[in-house]
């Protein structure tokens, strides 16, 4: 069974900082993703990543696949209250035909 | 609005009782797949099924069953009914290809059982 690994879990900063949250396996994934679930809707796709370095960017959010494809990082640049939200990583094995397994997620308050 | 409806959005019950939950995916998803959400076990994938069939399994309970219809709606049917149960359940669906396809997520239904 693959697990992913989220860190922090809780995450309380004030706005304009800068911050990082990390999803770490010990497993290998083709592909992984990054959702963000506000309170009473469900998971919201922000990103894919499928080659081991890669980098996206969406905005102020920075997305990187480690080199290895079993970790992955997302830093969030001057957060804003509307980044508030739980962050979930998901990702699907080396043969990409599995169902996603999420992290359990990064909860993140950024007060203005 | 991802495309996804799900009823019913808010569910009390009883221990020991029978609910069904029940999933409309986007249009011309042929993919449908069961996440149950809650604050200790995170999302866990419960089951998948593709044009009507079963096609992935994953920490379903036995006492849990879904299915998929031919008009592609599908239902989660959860019995006997424990506190443990209490928990958000998340239906979701995607194109043809699981292959790194995106999935989208429906709301979810709030179960809890007293």
């Known amino acids: 069974t693959q697990l992913l690994e989220q860190s922090p879990q809780f995450l309380s900063i004030q706005e304009g900082e800068n911050l990082t949250v990390y999803c770490n396996s010990s497993?290998?994934?083709?592909?992984l993703q990054w959702y963000r679930q506000e309170p009473g809707e469900g998971p919201v796709l922000l990103v894919t990543?499928?080659?081991?370095?890669e980098v996206k960017k969406l905005k102020r959010l920075t997305f990187q696949f480690g080199d290895a494809r079993k970790d992955s990082s997302l830093h969030i640049t001057a957060a804003q209250p509307g980044d508030t939200g739980l962050y979930l990583c998901?990702?699907?094995?080396?043969?990409?035909?599995?169902?996603?397994?999420f992290g359990k997620g990064t909860r993140l308050s950024v007060i203005a | 609005d991802s495309g996804v409806t799900q009823t019913p959005k808010h569910l009390i019950t009883a221990t020991g009782q029978r609910v069904t939950l029940r999933c409309s995916p986007r249009?011309?998803?042929?993919?449908v797949y069961w996440y149950q959400q809650s604050l200790d076990q995170g999302l866990q994938f419960l089951i998948q099924?593709?044009?009507?069939?079963?096609?992935a399994k994953g920490n379903i309970l036995e006492r849990f069953s879904a299915q998929q219809f031919p008009d592609l709606h599908s239902e989660l049917n959860l019995s006997s009914l424990e506190l443990g149960d209490s928990a958000l359940y998340f239906c979701?669906?995607?194109?043809?290809?699981?292959?790194?396809?995106?999935?989208?997520f429906g709301e979810g239904s709030w179960l809890t059982v007293v």
């Open positions: 099924y593709y044009n009507g069939e079963e096609r």
């Open positions: 990543v499928v080659t081991g370095g």
């Open positions: 497993s290998v994934f083709s592909s």
């Open positions: 979701a669906s995607s194109q043809p290809s699981m292959r790194g396809n995106t999935i989208y």
């Open positions: 249009s011309g998803d042929l993919s």
């Open positions: 998901a990702g699907r094995d080396h043969s990409g035909n599995t169902p996603l397994v």
